[in-house]
């Protein structure tokens, strides 16, 4: 039997009984099963990566409480086309029935005008708001907008969950079962699928398409298979977070040609110039970081520049800011603080009080029981600092901060060690 549907649409959850993953949304007790026995469902933005099951999630919600569903792509769609379904929505949301659902891929890619053009509807409940999104909501959907809207967090799959959609595809596709397959080994599949569903299932629709006979699944066929049919596998993104990885891993290892390479090759594959930026102002701060202050400062220039600009004269400044910080002295010193300290905090079952005198006294009351006394005024003092404990008691001491080995981490570890007379 052969078929051109491809196999992630014949393998697409009819309910969330067979949905695979995300078990913090779709588990028992899962909001999302509360939204199918209440039938109440507020406005809500899916974020999580490719092939984790955001459109499916959003129509099994539809399908399951028999709701009108309409579809936009941020990716071909404006505000005309916004306006149009709204309509369609309105003239369709009859006295005391549920709004219909509006449910927006890439929801990211919608500029300002076109978020805004969405708000009314939200607002007066002509429509129930579903976006898309592989982005960080916070940095791209309006305040005003998201504020009107839950957001759910979807996770990249882990390899219980590939396996338990291998494992569902061999037994209950029609193709595959006709044709027969044999798993051997699963670490290339699971590897290359990288936490993606869809990919997943593109690979064995691959696998499926380029031999004759059994489908046998082991490491070498799985790798040889996708060499050979890379421009297949490239045809519809599917290598968008590979490239990306590759980007920030030339930035990070210092190899300007490398990471200029990379990024030609987002933005000739149509990448999103925002979301290239975006990553080099994460990239300077956690792979640059205090061994070039500056580098956080350009990085954050090009992202203005880019929102303002557009393509083509956006590859301008940011092939500079690839550049600047891939030639740039290196360090996550600070990225390593933060975690040691958030680890710290998470773990320590104290609740330390902050010390008396460096607490605000905004009242008499405070200021009987001690609040801010004895506390020093680092500017009245030489140097700008005044040897006082700042950290709660039983704390004195603890280290989160190691400067790095490069010039300017050395001046400040010199100066902490001045001031601090060896404490840290």
């Given at each position: ?31 999302f ?8 469902v507020?406005?809500?933005?899916l ?26 792509s ?19 949301h ?33 429509i ?89 699944i ?45 990024l ?28 070039n ?35 740039s ?6 990225y ?81 060690k ?7």
């Open positions: 039997m052969q078929t051109n549907i491809p196999l992630a649409e014949r393998l697409r959850p009819q309910s969330l009984d067979d949905y695979v993953g995300q078990a913090h949304l779709v588990g028992g007790g899962g909001v099963r509360r939204f199918l026995e209440t039938g109440n507020p406005s809500f933005i974020w999580g990566p490719p092939g984790v099951g955001k459109t499916t999630l959003a129509r099994l919600v539809a399908t399951a409480l028999d709701r009108k569903f309409f579809t936009l941020a990716v071909n769609s404006g505000v005309k086309e916004v306006r149009e379904v709204i309509e369609q929505a309105r003239k369709s009859f006295f005391n029935t549920p709004a219909p659902f509006l449910f927006i891929d890439e929801i990211h890619r919608f500029n300002k005008s076109q978020q805004d053009s969405l708000l009314g509807a939200v607002e007066q409940g002509v129930t708001l579903i976006g898309a999104t592989t982005e960080n909501p916070s940095f791209e959907v309006i305040s005003p907008l998201l504020s009107r809207c839950q957001v759910y967090v979807l996770k990249a799959m882990e390899d219980s969950d590939l396996q338990r959609l291998l494992d569902r595809a061999v037994a209950a596709d029609t193709v595959l079962r006709e044709r027969g397959v044999r798993v051997e080994q699963t670490g290339a599949l699971f590897r290359f699928s990288g936490g993606d569903a869809r990919k997943l299932l593109n690979i064995i629709d691959i696998l499926c398409n380029a031999t004759e006979g059994e489908i046998v082991n490491d070498e066929n799985v790798t040889e298979c996708l060499q050979q049919n890379i421009a297949l596998y490239d045809k519809n993104g599917e290598q968008h977070y590979d490239v990306i990885s590759a980007f920030i891993k030339s930035v990070r290892g210092s190899d300007p040609n490398a990471a200029i390479y990379y030609a090759r987002m933005l000739a594959g149509g990448e999103d110039p925002k979301f290239i930026a975006r990553r080099l102002v994460i990239l300077a701060s956690e792979d640059i970081g205090l061994a202050p500056n580098g956080l400062l350009l990085a954050n220039a090009c992202f203005e520049t880019v929102h303002k600009v557009g393509m083509p004269e956006a590859r301008i400044p940011l092939a500079e800011a690839t550049i600047y910080l891939a030639t002295p290196k360090s996550n010193s600070a390593l603080a933060i975690d040691r300290a958030l680890k710290f905090v998470n773990q320590d079952t104290t609740n330390h009080p902050v010390p008396l005198h460096i607490r605000n006294a905004p009242t008499r009351l405070m200021k009987n029981l001690g609040y801010g006394d004895n506390y020093k005024y680092a500017h009245d003092f030489e140097d700008h600092f005044a040897d006082q404990e700042f950290m709660p008691q039983g704390m004195e001491g603890r280290r989160f901060y190691d400067p790095a080995d490069n010039p300017k981490e050395r001046e400040i570890e010199q100066r902490i001045k001031l601090w007379k060896g404490k840290y």
